[in-house]
């Protein structure tokens, strides 16, 4: 019923959700309006011809990203129950029968539900523009390794965000932490320039940066099928150096990562996260 809770009193504020989306309807809107045709100009002139494939291949490059940034934002916009019911609902909350732990779940399993709808929603939106522009449709494993990122992406956005909302005690303080976070995500996460192109210290943020890897896992079932027509016949390598360029895989020296390193990396961050949140908890009871 907490549960229930949370995500109606989310569903019901329109603000919240339309601000839980703004990360990613600004990405849309800069794609449409001049994002996406910049990155096709730039692909056709390196490649030196066109193709019908260079835009499913840069539209799923981008709206990859856009999926990624939605499972952050709306797993933010979520937590806004948490900090609202900590002024309000949830010092009544306290002296009822639900014990702290009960409650700190229903925020946490909440939130994961209404990042899970989201992001389901935007990714929906995605392969249906992918597949109308040309991009084909995915197959069935990579429909499996689609619900594996999902997964991941939003337990990864979820655990991080419970994190930081930890430390947030009013409602103006969360306004200011989410504009933050719509404002920059779109950026750490390498999606509104080319991560190839960005100095080396930033693009070692962008590496780092746990959402990076999500954007990452999306882009290589996304822009799969598009790419290997695109890039057919040319030299491994200069498919590699693209997807490079692009955060489709990211290089750590000799070392490439690949679909699994990317998966077992939210794993890891989902884990000391929650680890984090509960320590964190724990000391704020205490």
Request: charged share 10%; with cysteine.
């Amino acid at each position: 019923m907490l549960i229930k809770r949370n995500v109606l009193l989310f569903f019901r504020d329109k603000a919240s959700v339309f601000f839980s989306l703004l990360g990613a309807l600004l990405i849309l809107m800069l794609y449409v309006l001049f994002l996406g045709d910049m990155l096709e100009a730039g692909l056709r002139a390196g490649l030196g011809f066109d193709s019908p494939y260079i835009r499913p291949a840069m539209a799923s490059i981008i709206l990859a990203g856009m999926v990624a940034v939605t499972s952050v934002t709306s797993c933010t916009g979520a937590m806004e129950t948490r900090v609202n019911d900590r002024e309000g609902a949830g010092r009544d909350f306290l002296t009822s029968p639900i014990s702290r732990g009960k409650l700190t779940r229903s925020y946490m399993l909440g939130s994961a539900v209404i990042g899970l709808i989201m992001t389901l929603l935007i990714l929906g939106l995605s392969l249906i523009y992918i597949a109308a522009i040309g991009g084909g449709v995915p197959g069935l494993i990579d429909w499996a390794l689609l619900a594996v990122t999902v997964v991941l992406c939003v337990l990864c956005a979820n655990a991080m965000m419970f994190f930081l909302t930890a430390f947030v005690k009013t409602a103006a303080a969360f306004a200011s932490l989410s504009a933050v976070i719509g404002a920059l995500i779109g950026f750490i996460m390498g999606i509104y320039i080319p991560i190839g192109t960005l100095p080396d210290a930033v693009q070692w943020v962008v590496r780092l940066f746990p959402m990076s890897h999500a954007a990452s896992m999306f882009r290589q079932i996304l822009s799969d099928a598009p790419l290997q027509t695109l890039f057919a016949g040319a030299p491994p390598e200069v498919l590699g150096e693209f997807q490079e360029l692009y955060g489709i895989v990211f290089h750590y020296g000799d070392f490439v990562s690949s679909f699994w390193f990317s998966a077992a990396f939210l794993v890891v961050t989902t884990v000391v996260f929650y680890t984090l949140s509960v320590v964190v908890m724990r000391r704020q009871r205490g």
